[in-house]
């Protein structure tokens, strides 16, 4: 087999340790172990110099590669991460040396796919885009525990105000938590449109409200408080890192579904520059939209999608949900189409692809977002949508004369 690198180093990363073996040209071949220490890593990269490695290979095993890979990175040695299931050597022979001389193999014949690792800045925005997202989540589980609370105090809030977490809401909560327990009086505390329920928001806040459910309330709030204000602070510091980008969110944010906020996560794990993907369905099938390719004996075994990036894909699924209540977009003619014969669910999986299509466009044409319109599909079917309904009316015995008008 035809050797594409003569000199490479293949390391089998672990928490505490590494196992590194490098191959030189012919069958010769060095293996040493180290720590995860910073000093001990430094020795590493003094060896893989002196050895002239012309890459370094290692699999991407939880968050334990970075280190490494950072100090690679830095050195200006070339380094690659590939995927721990493309390189699974065979079952019972696994021993932390065996895995670096066949990594350092696999990657000496060129038999490994490098994944993307985007450059310092941008990995820096994923983390705090991530952290982000879990902040967010966190607030909303926070509210759900202080629906739980009221529940169990007989105060049916929920039932009559959408979002707990609004002005109105808080205004009464924090009411709750100062000791007021007169029904009437909390319900002159609401505000806009709930004015037109303060008869039922009265019934709704009549219960049985105790020191205890005071104390609780007032931990809860107190966390959402702080969340938000740290979600705010991460906000504009988020607004800093994507400055480069502003032209691209901005047309991001002319996408149906797509706010300012998902469209900075989206870059965080995309970036900008699609260069480094072959084409948009290579795109697609990085961030997992796209189906399984897995058949055997000429039969189709699973059609589910693929593993890709989570984060991106979860992301655009959620933008898809809010894509589709526009009824004059091509988004929701898309989704009207596939969830007709094929369901609501795997809709939204095609829709959350057509937006990762229009992203990638996007980005790689540098022009702004175009939309089909909703009468995409009517209008490239026109004849056969004609037909269709000239032969349902010819099975129900109507002879059918068309005409057309002005």
Not at 267 to 280: K, P
């Amino acid at each position: 087999m035809e050797l594409i690198y003569e000199r490479c180093c293949g390391i089998d990363v672990h928490k505490k340790m590494v196992m590194a073996c490098i191959f030189v040209k012919g069958k010769k071949k060095e293996i040493r172990k180290f720590g995860t220490l910073t000093d001990e890593l430094e020795e590493m990269l003094v060896w893989i110099r002196e050895k002239n490695c012309e890459v370094v290979a290692m699999e991407s095993t939880g968050v334990y590669w970075k280190p490494v890979y950072n100090l690679l990175e830095s050195e200006g040695i070339k380094a690659i991460v590939v995927n721990a299931q493309h390189i699974k050597g065979v079952p019972g022979r696994k021993t932390d040396v065996k895995d670096a001389e066949w990594i350092a193999d696999l990657v000496r014949h060129g038999l490994v796919k490098e994944s993307f690792i985007p450059n310092r800045e941008q990995r820096e925005l994923r983390e705090i885009t991530r952290y982000r997202n879990d902040l967010v989540e966190e607030r909303a589980r926070q509210l759900n525990r202080i629906q739980a609370t009221l529940e169990g105090a007989n105060i049916k809030l929920a039932s009559v105000i959408t979002d707990v977490s609004g002005k109105t809401g808080t205004a009464i909560i924090k009411a709750i938590i100062s000791g007021t327990t007169d029904n009437n009086a909390l319900s002159l505390l609401a505000q806009g449109s709930i004015k037109n329920k303060i008869p039922l928001l009265q019934r709704a806040l009549r219960g049985s409200v105790g020191e205890h459910q005071r104390q609780m309330l007032n931990h809860q709030i107190r966390h959402i408080e702080f969340l938000s204000g740290e979600i705010e602070s991460l906000d504009a510091e988020i607004q800093k890192k994507t400055e480069f980008a502003a032209q691209e969110i901005e047309w991001l944010d002319g996408i149906p579904g797509i706010g300012r906020r998902s469209a900075e996560r989206i870059i965080a794990e995309t970036g900008i520059d699609m260069g480094q993907f072959q084409s948009a369905a290579h795109f697609a099938s990085w961030a997992g939209l796209v189906p399984e390719c897995n058949k055997s004996a000429g039969k189709k075994k699973s059609t589910k999608t693929r593993k890709g990036n989570k984060f991106l894909k979860s992301t655009l699924v959620e933008c898809a949900r809010s894509a589709i209540r526009n009824t004059d977009s091509f988004l929701h003619a898309r989704y009207k189409k596939i969830s007709a014969r094929r369901g609501g669910k795997r809709a939204i999986v095609a829709v959350a692809h057509s937006m990762l299509l229009a992203i990638y466009g996007i980005f790689k044409n540098k022009e702004p977002f175009r939309d089909l319109s909703s009468n995409y599909y009517n209008e490239i079917n026109h004849e056969k949508i004609l037909n269709r309904n000239i032969q349902s009316l010819q099975r129900l015995g109507f002879a059918v004369t068309l005409e057309k008008t002005a």
